[in-house]
Structures are given as C-alpha cells and as structure tokens.
C-alpha cells in the first residue's frame, strides 16, 4: 500500500474555499485515498482561526496530526507557538520520507521556504511524486527540486475537487485504478454514479422551494400586499425547475459547489421543460460534472481548470440538452400527470378525495408516498401554488395524525402513552409534519387504524366535494391559508382531527374497560 504524507496549512485564498474546516479538509484527503487504495501515514496541517491573508497578534492555530484513528488536533495556541510545534512535526516526516516511509507528498497551501523546507528537501532527494494547491507554494517546491505532478491554484475548488485531483495524480503515476468517492465512508459510497440518481431525495430536499412559493401565494392573496407581492408568485414558479436541478446535480455528481454551479446552469436553460426539465438537466448536469471532473484529472489539467470545466461545461451541455430538444417532452409528461389527477376529480371529486384518502396511508407505510405521491404534489403545485393531493396529505395524514395523538394525550390507555404522544401532536400541528407519530397507536390496536383510515376518508371525500387544495408541511394553523378554498380545506382538516381523535378516545377507553373486567390471574 502505497503511503502519503499530508503538509500545509489552512491558507489564505483557500480559508474561504474549504480551509477554515481542516477535519473536512484532512477527512476528505484520507477518504479519497482509501479509494484508490492508498494510506495516508503522517499528517502535519496548521490550522489557523482567520485567512493567513490577515494575520494578526490574535490569530490562534491548531497543528492536525495523523493518529491511528484519524487527523487529530492539539490545544488551540498561538499561531507562532503552532508554527513550532508544525516545524517539529515536518522534521519528523522528513525523516519519514528518507527512510522510505512514505511514497508520495501532498502540499495544501504549504510554506516550503520555512516551516516545511525540510519536508520539501527530503521530498527533492528521494524523488518521490508531490501534488498540491496553491500556486506560490508550489512554484517554490518546484525552485527546490520537488517532483511535482500535479499542481494547481485553489480559485474554484472545494474540499473534494482538490482532493480528488490529488489522487488522481498518484493514481495516473502508479498506474492504480481509482474512482472519486462521495459518501462519507467508502463502505457507504458504491463508485457508481447512476445508483446515486434518486428522485425521491430531489423532490424532498426541493420541497422548501414549493412552500416557499405556496407562501408568496397566499400572502399575495392580501389586498394591501397584492400589488407587490402578487407578481413575485410568477417568479418563484419560473425559479422551480433550477431549484430541483441544483439539488439533482448537487446530488448525483457529489462535488458540492461544483455540482451547485453546474446545476443552475442547467436549470436556467430548462426552465421551458417544467420541474421535469429542470430534474432531467440537472441530473444530466451531475453525471457530465463528475466523468468531465475525472476526465481533466487524467489530462492532468489543474484542479481550478477541472472544477471549472465540471461545473461551467457539464451545467451548459446538459442543460441545452433540455432547452433544444427534451423540454417539450418533459413539460408535456408533468401537464400528462396533472390531467389524470383533474380527470379523475372532475369524474366524481367526492370519490376520488375519499380514494386518495384511504390510501395514501397505505402508501406513506409501505413507502410509496415519498417515491411517488410526493413527486405527483410537487407536480400539481408547479402550476398554481397548491395541490389536490397536497390537500389530502394535510387532511388525512397530517390532521389525523394530529387527533390520534390528541387522543392519547387525553385519554390514553395507560398514562405513560400520554408523555409518548405530546411531542408528536405539537410537531404535527406546528410544522405540518411527523404523521409518524401515530404508528404506535395505530399498529397497537387495529381499530385505531381503522379510525385513521376511515377519518382520511371523509376528510378525503370534503376535500373533493369543496374542490379543496392546499399542502402539508406547514403549520396547520397557516395550512387553511394556503389553499384555493380556505373555509372548505378547513372544514376537511378539522373533520380528520375530530374523527381520529373521537374514535380514539372511545376504542381506548373501551379497551380500559375491557381490560378491568378481566379477572386478574
């Protein structure tokens, strides 16, 4: 197993770019490695608390070593008193390095003209390859003789790019197959890039940007604000399609900011294709991100002119994928979806809010509501701001999870369950959220989860018959606020909380009763 040594310092640029998290930063290095099979041995990194750009008398430092468990970091001290302790630690990996104890150097912002000559003088003698960031450091290493295969500034980097080009080198100089790594251990990261394609996760962690937009809906609904804050809806509806695609380019090309910036540009250009465009173009845009990252590490292009290509290039690419050809296609399967579901309510409201209703529990348990119905609400609120089934979600999940849980802190079936359902009944009704809450009570006693299903189902069906839509995840006193019928998304939501709780309460206290006439063994 080839070994690596790590030397440098949080820098000055690169504070601001990754180094003013230097476990990160070593975590990273470390992580890559053992991807591509090699061990990081000797670790001497200083710390500092500001830019080294703006040193001043109050500036403190901490020196990383490396440990068997990892990068470990001494007391916070002076920075000069740091620079001892850091001129003593690269001694010791000169050292290291003379006696054939380690293969390969890695400058992070190094300082080769003073605390980490040794190293570099070592390094020069033995011949061993050298890569690293930070273009003054690195011209210096290479004046002293260094052997550099890799060099860069650190303009447009992060964490992970710098230390996927680090390995990529050694990699491309000892002929070791390597593939960049995402997860947070390599055991959690299976290398390949398609598995990380997970719409499921786009659509949660896009979900704040559709509340945001239901809340500019309501919000502009209000005489006074309507003027100024009515035309910003149409901007937030035109901002969706790149919000999702900088969550999918994020997600599956891994690269952080660089997926960020590849993803708004994707998204800018498939804003025509609906959120559907947007997630193509952005998942598009993090699969060219990461093989056009790579691709550049083995043309041993610089880091910075490797981020630039995986962010700039891949964004572009796929994103005039959408704009000339796919957007049509996308935006006509997202209007598809949305005329099934108003085909359906205009066939008979009243029963399909009753059928959604009774199943969407079904699917929340069995794990289908977040892979498919959440998608089909975000779908329905690109449009106008709210949702049929977001409606559904708020009523006959949310609203009854909210009065089973009531239930049990009102009359539960042994005091204990009291203090077990106070916190999901606050959550449920304050944020909109945890309907998860009520499984305990619900898989306890089958009638309670006949309750549940049969109070989802008229509130279901009042939803169809005010022709009431609205969302789930916010607070349920906001909730009524958030629909296109107010008054009839409220009658919904309080017949749910009602119904659940009333049921309830009656099958638990019936089961109480049950329980004392039983003799006692």
């Keep these: 197993m080839k070994k690596i040594a790590v030397i440098g310092s949080s820098g000055g640029h690169l504070f601001v770019l990754g180094g003013k998290d230097p476990q990160g930063l070593l975590d990273e ?8 099979g090699f061990e990081v041995t000797h670790v001497a990194f200083v710390a500092a608390s500001s830019s080294m ?18 990068p470990v970091s001494s007391q916070p001290a002076s920075l000069e008193e740091v620079n001892m302790l850091a001129r003593a630690a690269s001694e010791k990996i000169a050292a290291a390095i003379r006696g054939r104890e380690v293969d390969a150097l890695i ?4 300082d080769p003209k003073d605390l980490n000559k040794e190293v570099i003088a070592a390094a020069a003698e033995m011949k061993i390859p050298v890569a690293g960031t930070g273009g003054t450091s690195i011209s210096d290493a290479r004046a002293l003789g260094a052997n550099v295969i890799s060099a860069s500034g650190t303009t447009g980097t992060t964490n992970r790019s710098r230390a996927v080009g680090y390995i990529s080198a050694f990699a491309g100089e000892w002929k070791t197959k390597y593939t960049p790594v995402i997860g947070k251990t390599i055991e959690a ?15 949660m962690s896009s979900l704040p940007g559709f509340i945001a937009m239901a809340l500019i809906l309501a919000i ?17 509806i035109a901002a969706l399609p790149v919000i999702v695609a900088v969550v999918a380019a994020k997600q599956v090309s891994g690269l952080d900011e660089v997926g960020i910036v590849a993803g708004v540009v994707a998204g800018v250009l498939s804003t025509d294709g609906g959120i559907l465009g947007g997630i193509v173009g952005g998942i598009g845009a993090g699969i060219l991100a990461s093989y056009l990252l790579n691709w550049s590490f083995r043309m ?32 006509w399967l997202g209007n598809g979806i949305r005329s099934l579901i108003e085909t359906a309510i205009a066939f008979n409201p009243v029963i399909a809010g009753a059928v959604a209703g ?4 079904p699917a929340i348990i069995g794990g289908v509501y977040h892979a498919a119905i959440l998608p089909i609400v975000l779908l329905e609120m690109e449009q106008t701001g709210y949702s049929f089934l977001g409606a559904i979600d708020m009523t006959g999940l949310v609203m009854v999870s909210a009065g089973i849980t009531l239930a049990n802190i009102i009359a539960p079936k042994q005091k204990s369950e009291a203090s077990v359902a106070l916190p999901g009944f606050l959550v449920n009704i304050g944020f909109g959220t945890f309907v998860e809450a009520a499984y305990p009570f619900m898989f306890a006693d089958k009638r309670v989860f006949g309750s549940a299903l049969f109070a989802a189902m008229v509130s279901g069906a009042l939803c169809g018959l005010f022709n009431a839509r609205g969302t789930a995840y916010v607070p349920s006193i906001v909730a009524p606020g958030l629909s296109n019928n107010p008054t009839g998304f409220l009658i919904a939501m309080l017949a749910a909380l009602v119904i659940a709780c009333g ?3 009656f099958f638990n206290k019936t089961a109480a009763n049950r329980n004392l006439r039983e003799p006692s063994e």
């Design 29 to 36: 290095i470390i992580r890559q490695s053992q991807a591509a």
């Design 300 to 331: 041993r292009f610089p880091a910075t002119t490797a981020s630039l290509i995986a962010g700039g290039i891949s964004g572009l690419l796929s994103g005039l994928l959408v704009y000339l050809i796919l957007a049509p296609i996308t935006l």
């Design 53 to 70: 750009d703006h040193i001043t008398e109050k500036t403190t430092a901490r020196l990383f070593t490396q440990s068997d468990s990892g």
């Design 220 to 236: 502009g609904k209000i005489p006074a604000l309507s003027p100024t804050i009515g035309p910003l809806f149409d901007k937030l």
């Design 107 to 110: 400058l992070v912002s190094a």
């Design 189 to 203: 990261d299976t290398g390949n890039i398609w598995s990380r394609i997970n719409f499921r996760s786009i659509m």
């Design 358 to 361: 009774v199943l969407i529990w």
């Design 503 to 505: 049921l309830t309460i």
